[in-house]
């Protein structure tokens, strides 16, 4: 018995050199927001034999706000991809052949894990965490497995790729004629790069001030805040309810130092103009006072190359404690900052002392500072 002939697409539009053209967006799109990706992880989990630099001080800035730009702008180039594509995904597979079930496994494991990747990390960007696992190791995880499958997928299509690679002339299925088919190949690029477009310069604006008036797409505005700096998690939330008379600051090295706030006042001040970037995308710039760590480091007798523990009075959760790495230490930027925009630290931005450094993911600025170690 024969079975009924599947439907067939001829449509330009389904043709492989829009899968090549949208597949190329994608695929830019994709190895940005990998590199800033893996840049940024790299930063909150330093493997101990790696040195990474604490400038240029607004590095991070710019990595962090471009892996949240290109991964909100793959969303609409992989709906572009798919819907281009989706007529072979129903064609059935012949299950002898060994590569065609590579290949349909490839694009399976693919498509999953870029739909959860970037569902996940938008969602995170909303701070909506409506899963059990950790989001950051999962949204690692599940980057390596997309490279995995990406590799997999252009190994099988470089034939197709190749043979698309270069601009041909549209042919239009000989049944249709020619006004039928409304959008023609250039038509959908301009809708796909347009949307695209649109999706990139409405999340910008959290971290690019110009744009700031267009960011709908942008959770947090970059100056709506107390001292004109949004705060991410308040002290109310993170359960700190300010000090007592009797507060102490002290530095484990060494030498054991212990100040009042009054004390820390007196101690020579620094000034640093370091941004807060967060990794959800969101970054504003600020002006910081307070006392240089590495002054801290010297008046407690820390050999040189030593590495510090931040310790906050917030207790447990993921952001109690931080690690300033040597080289961070060390920077003349980096500051436990008393105030911030030219008035004492406000509660919510973590007084009565929080660390800035140059170049650092904004949850490693730790804020509600109360103790330093010295860790050699
Ligand atoms: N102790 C503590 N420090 C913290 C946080 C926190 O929740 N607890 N949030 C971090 C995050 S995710 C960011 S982006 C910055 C935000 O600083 P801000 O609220 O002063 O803007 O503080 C960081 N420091
Ligand atoms: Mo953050």
Request: net charge positive; hydrophobic share 45%; proline share 9%.
């Amino acid at each position: 018995m024969k079975l009924p002939a599947p439907p067939t697409f001829s449509s330009p539009l389904h043709h492989p050199r829009v899968a090549t053209v949208i597949g190329r967006w994608l695929g830019a799109a994709v190895v940005i927001c990998f590199l800033t990706g893996f840049y940024s992880h790299l930063l909150q989990d330093t493997p101990s034999w790696l040195t990474v630099p604490s400038r240029p001080a607004n590095l991070y800035r710019v990595t962090q706000g471009v892996h949240v730009i290109s991964g909100t702008v793959a969303v609409p180039l992989l709906l572009a991809k798919l819907w281009t594509v989706y007529p072979k995904l129903f064609a059935k597979p012949d299950l002898k052949a060994i590569g065609q079930l590579v290949e349909r496994l490839s694009i399976l494991v693919l498509v999953s894990s870029m739909a959860l990747e970037l569902f996940i990390g938008f969602v995170n960007t909303l701070q909506w965490y409506p899963w059990p696992f950790p989001f950051r190791q999962t949204h690692y995880a599940l980057a390596w497995i997309i490279v995995g499958a990406l590799f997999v997928h252009l190994a099988v299509k470089l034939p197709l790729i190749r043979a698309n690679w270069r601009r041909t002339p549209e042919r239009r299925p000989e049944s249709l004629p020619a006004e039928t088919t409304g959008l023609t190949r250039r038509g959908l690029f301009r809708t796909v790069a347009g949307a695209a477009a649109l999706v990139g310069i409405t999340t910008a604006g959290q971290s690019a001030t110009p744009l700031g008036s267009v960011a709908v797409l942008a959770p947090r505005k970059p100056n709506i805040g107390p001292q004109g700096l949004p705060v991410n998690r308040t002290a109310a939330a993170a359960g700190v309810g300010g000090i007592d008379a009797d507060w102490r600051f002290t530095v484990a090295g060494p030498r054991v130092l212990s100040y009042s706030l009054d004390e820390l006042r007196n101690l020579p001040q620094s000034r640093a103009e370091l941004p807060i970037a967060c990794v959800e995308g969101w970054s504003q710039g600020a002006s910081w006072e307070g006392i240089r760590v590495r002054d801290l480091l010297e008046l407690c007798g820390a050999p040189a190359g030593s590495r510090v523990r931040v310790v906050s009075m917030e207790k447990g959760g993921f952001y109690g404690t931080s690690e300033l790495p040597a080289d961070f230490a060390a920077d003349p930027l980096t500051l436990l900052a008393l105030r911030l925009n030219g008035s004492e630290l406000a509660l919510d931005h973590g007084f009565p002392a929080r660390i800035i450094a140059p170049n650092r993911p904004g949850v490693l600025q730790t804020k509600w500072v109360h103790r330093l170690e010295v860790v050699a």
